[in-house]
C-alpha cells in the first residue's frame, strides 16, 4: 500500500553454518562481496561479516516479496552511503533503508510516490544493559553534544533506568531522521533536531516536522550465537517522510500504531537461509533478466547527487538540520 510502512527484523538467534555462510555469500553483488573480502583481510569476526551480508540480502528479500525479477535491478549507495534501487520497472518507486547491530539487522520500506522524494530511514540500537548498569551515566554525558535543553531536561536527574530508555529513544529517532536523509552523522548538527517525545512531536531548527512519520518499538530475542542462549533487547525507530502535505509530525509507539504482525516481521537464521534456498532455484526469466542487469545503468549517474542531497538542499527549513 502506497505510503505505508514495512519494517522486517532478522534477529542472528545463532551462528550459521559454514555452508549457510557461503550460500549466502554467493547471493551477493560486487560490492558485498568487496566488504567481505576486506573484513576477511582485517581478520573481522565471522558473526559481524554474516551480519553485513544479511543487510545486504534484505533488500534483495524485500523486493523479491515485491515479484520484482532479481536481474531487474541493481543495488546501489549514493556518495553518503545511503543505499537505493535502481530498476526501470518499479512503480511507485520503493524507498527503503537498513541498520544492523550485534545480533539484530532489520529494513524500513515503503512504497512512494515518484513525486514525493525517497526518505525513509532506521535505526536500531541493542538496549544494553538490561537494567543499566554503573556505567550509564557516564554514557549519557557523552552524549550531551546531540540533546538540546529540552531533551536533557526529560534525561537527566532521572532514575538510571528511566534516562537510559530516554537516551535510546531519542538517540534512535534521530539517527533514523538523518539516515531518512542520506546525510552522514558527521556532517549533522544533532541538536538542530529536537525529539519532544511527552508531547508526541518533532521540531527542526524551531519548526515541527510537517510530512514526517516516527515509529518506534522495542523487540526482545534470545540468541544463541557463541554458543550460549542469552535474552537481548532492542530499540527500534522508523522514519518516513510522506510529503509537502502540511500534515504534523507523527510520533507513535509499535504497540500502539495498529497491530504489530500489521506492519513488522520477526525473522529468524533458519527463515533467512529458506529464503536463501529460494534464491537458488530461479527460473529461466530470472537468469535472463540477470544477465541484462550486468549492463544497467546506474539512474543516479556518476557523480550525481542523491534525491535525499537535492530534497534537502531544496528544502529551506532543513538546511541548518546538516550544517
Known amino acids: 500500500m502506497q505510503g505505508e510502512m514495512y519494517c522486517w527484523i532478522v534477529f542472528l538467534d545463532r551462528d550459521p553454518s559454514d ?3 557461503n550460500a549466502v555469500y554467493g547471493l551477493m553483488d560486487g560490492i558485498g562481496r568487496e566488504r567481505i573480502r576486506k573484513m576477511q583481510g582485517e581478520q573481522e569476526p565471522k ?3 554474516f551480519r553485513l551480508m ?3 540480502l534484505l533488500p534483495m528479500w524485500m523486493l523479491r516479496n515485491r515479484g520484482v525479477l532479481r536481474g531487474s535491478w541493481v543495488l546501489g549507495e549514493t556518495r553518503d552511503g545511503k543505499p537505493y534501487v ?3 520497472v518499479l512503480a511507485p518507486q520503493l524507498a527503503f533503508d537498513v541498520a544492523y547491530t550485534n545480533h539484530a539487522a532489520g529494513i524500513v520500506f515503503a512504497e512512494v510516490a515518484l513525486t514525493v522524494p525517497e526518505r525513509i530511514g532506521i535505526d536500531v540500537m541493542q538496549l544494553v544493559p538490561t537494567p543499566p548498569g554503573p556505567n550509564i551515566q557516564p554514557w549519557i554525558a557523552s552524549c550531551a553534544h546531540m540533546l538540546t535543553p529540552l531533551e536533557r531536561s526529560v534525561i537527566h536527574n532521572q532514575a538510571d533506568h528511566v534516562a537510559f530508555r530516554r537516551m535510546t529513544v531519542v538517540w534512535t529517532m534521530k539517527y533514523a531522521y538523518i539516515k531518512a536523509l542520506g546525510i552522514r552523522p558527521e556532517k549533522f548538527n544533532f541538536q538542530s533536531i529536537e525529539c519532544d517525545v511527552p508531547r508526541g512531536t518533532i521540531r527542526v531548527d524551531g519548526q515541527p516536522l510537517f510530512g514526517w512519520e ?9 540468541s544463541a550465537a557463541r554458543g550460549e542462549m542469552k535474552p537481548e533487547e532492542y530499540q527500534i525507530a522508523c522514519a518516513l517522510y510522506h510529503g509537502p502535505n502540511g500534515q504534523a509530525p507523527k510520533l507513535s509507539f509499535g504497540e500502539e500504531y495498529l497491530k504489530m504482525d500489521q506492519w513488522i516481521k520477526f525473522i529468524n537464521v533458519d527463515g533467512v537461509m529458506q529464503f ?3 534464491m537458488y532455484k530461479e527460473d529461466p526469466a530470472e537468469r535472463k533478466a540477470k544477465a541484462r542487469a550486468v549492463a544497467m ?3 543516479h549517474g556518476p557523480g550525481a547527487m542523491s534525491s535525499a ?3 534537502v538542499q531544496r528544502e529551506g527549513g532543513h538546511t541548518a538540520a546538516h550544517r
Open 54 to 56: 544479511i543487510s545486504r
Open 309 to 311: 542531497v537535492r530534497f
Open 214 to 222: 516516527f515509529r518506534l518499538f522495542k523487540a526482545s530475542v534470545g
Open 19 to 21: 555452508e549457510e555462510f
Open 297 to 299: 545503468p546506474d539512474v
Open 86 to 88: 535502481a530498476s526501470p
Open 276 to 278: 536463501v534456498k529460494e
Open 47 to 49: 558473526e559481524e561479516q
